[in-house]
C-alpha cells in the first residue's frame, strides 16, 4: 500500500487515481486528522461481496465445507446453476 500525504494527494490527485487502478494497490491518503484509502471500484465491489458472503451464514457454512472437501481433495458432484446460486 502507497501512503502519501493529504498536500501531496491533492496536488497529484489524477496520478494517484490512475496509478491506484493502474498497479491494483490500496493508496493510503493521509491527514490530521485521520486518514482514507483510495481503492479501485472493482476491487471495492468485490470486498463488499465478500463482507456479504461471510455475513450470510449458510453462505459461510457452505464456503467452509467447500474448503473442508477441497484440502481433503474431494470432488463435489454435479449441482446445477439454479442450486449453485440459490441467493442471487
Not at 494527494?9 to 491494483?24: F, G, H, P, V
Not at 456479504?52 to 465445507?65: G, V
Request: with cysteine.
Amino acid at each position: 500500500m502507497i501512503s502519501v500525504n493529504i498536500e501531496k494527494a491533492s496536488q497529484s490527485l489524477a496520478q494517484l487515481i490512475y496509478d491506484t487502478i493502474k498497479n491494483c494497490e490500496e493508496t493510503l491518503i493521509v491527514s490530521d486528522t485521520g486518514s482514507v484509502v483510495l481503492i479501485d471500484q472493482a476491487e471495492w465491489e468485490n470486498i463488499q461481496e465478500t463482507l456479504k458472503l461471510l455475513h450470510d451464514e449458510k453462505s459461510l457454512k457452505a464456503l467452509i465445507e467447500g474448503h473442508k472437501a477441497r484440502d481433503q481433495d474431494v470432488r463435489p458432484d454435479s449441482v446445477s446453476i439454479e442450486d449453485a446460486f440459490y441467493d442471487l
